[in-house]
């Protein structure tokens, strides 16, 4: 295995009532990002993103409690709990104020967050947000994920099957139904951050109409599409997902 193949350490902190793992990529003097998963997932899947980052920025990817290497409680977390343990471990490794980067349900972690710790928001970029309140039943979300499978790259297939047996079946299924009524729409309007939504241009998850309806409820929002991809940006176009990421680094404006 190669060097640009793997992460460059691993590190565990006591946060969350846990021991949070995360993966980490990058010089150490470098501006960090931290990269928010979705259900099911991990770290291992931003791993593409970190790499075309790797000469900017030090990209850090938890895994929040229940997934990936991060042992969690024997009940699911909901929404608020997901965030609370992402605030909790951004106060405890003194990442507060950096670069979020998530995905998926990721996003709706990410702008809970903002309801009871903005402080601890920096630049947001919200690849993929989730659910669109038109289609908050578990047949619509799952008849999506269905027809984004053809714009996924094959290889995403055997690291979200590792991931998806990690968590199980109870807390995977537990976590979607919370996410399925989390009203991030309500939230969105508290995002005190400037925020990116990135959509990929082939993605059914988030059909164009919720992207934008996103966007314009962010006080500082942009939305940017991405051509020829589905639901996992980091995962299928991280060169192009980088190119939207590396001016939040610098401070430049949405």
Not at 139 to 162: C, M, S, Y
Request: glycine share 8%; charged share 20%; net charge positive.
């Amino acid at each position: 295995m190669g060097p640009l193949t793997r992460w460059d350490t691993h590190e565990f902190t006591a946060a969350a009532g846990t021991r949070v793992h995360a993966a980490l990529l990058g010089p150490r003097d470098a501006p960090t990002v931290v990269c928010v998963h979705g259900l099911g997932c991990s770290h291992r899947y931003f791993l593409p993103l970190a790499r075309a980052l790797r000469r900017d920025a030090r990209v850090v990817a938890p895994d929040l409690p229940g997934f990936g290497r991060t042992r969690g409680p024997s009940r699911a977390l909901d929404v608020r709990g997901q965030s609370r343990a992402l605030a909790d471990w951004l106060r405890a490794t003194a990442r507060g104020g950096a670069v979020l980067v998530a995905n998926s349900t990721g996003c709706q972690t990410a702008v809970d967050l903002a309801v009871h710790s903005p402080e601890l928001l920096g630049p947001l970029v919200l690849v993929g947000p989730t659910v669109d309140r038109r289609a908050r039943t578990t047949v619509q979300q799952v008849g999506r994920l269905i027809a984004d499978t053809p714009w996924e790259r094959p290889t995403l297939g055997p690291v979200l099957l590792r991931d998806w047996a990690a968590c199980g079946a109870k807390r995977y299924a537990a976590t979607f139904a919370y996410l399925l009524t989390d009203p991030i729409e309500r939230k969105l309007p508290h995002v005190p951050v400037p925020t990116v939504v990135v959509r990929g241009a082939r993605d059914p998850v988030v059909p164009r109409e919720w992207a934008e309806e996103v966007t314009q409820r962010l006080p500082a929002g942009r939305l940017e599409e991405v051509p020829g991809v589905g639901h996992t940006v980091n995962w299928s176009a991280p060169e192009r997902l980088a190119r939207i990421v590396r001016p939040l680094l610098a401070g430049e404006p949405t």
